[in-house]
Nanobody, 127 residues
Framework: QVQMVESGGGLVQAGDSLTLSCAAS????????MGWFRQAPGKEREFVAA????????YYADSVKGRFTISRDNAKNTVYLQMNSLKPEDTAIYYC????????????????????WGQGTQVTVSS
């Protein structure tokens, strides 16, 4: 069983930056592929970013590429999402997710491949 807790959300203005953190339990965190997803009101949950076990490979949705950075600290069992140049359309609940089943070097953008989820943290960007 893996438990994850997100933090760092809040209300910011367009153009501001915010860093989300996700602390995970589990002795084998370093073998998980980790991802960030988001869900805006009335919309489907969508992929934002993912990172493999070592942190050496990442992948981003086109909508956040160049503005967001995913990283991880395996010693702290934590994954981060640095968000810069925030836009009102980034407003959503952000969820971290762990894929503990797939090979740790294979990235996936499919939310159904992630088998553990955090409770989410709200990010609101005002114009």
């Amino acid at each position: 069983q893996v438990q994850m807790v997100e933090s760092g959300g809040g209300l910011v203005q367009a153009g501001d930056s915010l860093t989300l953190s996700c602390a995970a339990s589990g002795r084998t965190f370093s073998t998980y592929v980790m991802g960030w997803f988001r869900q805006a009101p009335g919309k489907e949950r969508e992929f934002v970013a993912a990172i493999i076990w070592s942190g050496s490979k990442t992948y981003y949705a086109d909508s956040v590429k160049g503005r967001f950075t995913i990283s991880r600290d395996n010693a702290k069992n934590t994954v981060y999402l640095q968000m810069n140049s925030l836009k009102p359309e980034d407003t959503a609940i952000y969820y971290c997710a762990a894929d503990t089943v797939s090979r740790p070097w294979l990235l996936t953008t499919d939310r159904y491949d992630y088998n553990y989820w955090g409770q989410g943290t709200q990010v609101t960007v005002s114009s």
